[in-house]
């Protein structure tokens, strides 16, 4: 009965820590993802501000 409930645990330590990898592997994505669409949005804000001021 012990070995089972050491085996029950051990399984749900497994399944814990493969939910953490895979969560942590998704937020790094999330993160690059984030810091590309800041990129393209301060681009954007650039290309507007010169055509603004163009047609000024």
Do not use: P, W, Y
């Not at 497994?14 to 690059?32: M, N, P, Q, W, Y």
């Amino acid at each position: 009965r012990f070995q089972d409930t050491v085996s029950d645990l051990t399984s749900q330590v497994e399944a814990l820590s493969k939910g953490k990898t895979r969560h942590d592997k998704e937020s790094k994505t999330f993160i690059v993802e984030i810091e590309e669409l800041k990129i393209e949005v301060e681009s954007l804000s650039k290309a507007k501000h010169q055509a603004v001021s163009m047609n000024k």
